[in-house]
């Protein structure tokens, strides 16, 4: 065998352990996104139920007419939209 042989193994050995090392960089990326997607989605559902109970704790309307109260009350329902719309 000749260097020109050996190189090329060598050279082929390397980029194996290199496209191997991307793959599995890859893959495990691919795992952490979908949870992070999962997590998403699960505090997207828990935003929208935190505003329906805000929204059923207050069907008549009284805590945003009492004016301590009320703008407490707006500011929360404010802040759970912005976040809701941030997220979506």
């Known amino acids: 065998m000749d260097a020109l042989h050996i ?25 952490k996104v979908d949870q992070h997607e999962k997590w998403a989605e699960w505090f997207r559902a828990e935003i929208d139920a935190v505003y329906f109970r805000l929204k059923m704790v207050d069907e008549k309307n009284l805590f945003e007419k009492d004016d301590d109260v009320g703008f407490v009350f707006s500011e929360i329902i404010r802040v759970t939209k912005e976040f809701n719309e941030t997220i979506k």
């Open 7 to 31: 190189f090329l193994i060598i050279l082929c050995v390397l980029l194996s352990g290199a496209v191997g090392a991307l793959v599995y960089a890859c893959v495990n990326m691919e795992k």
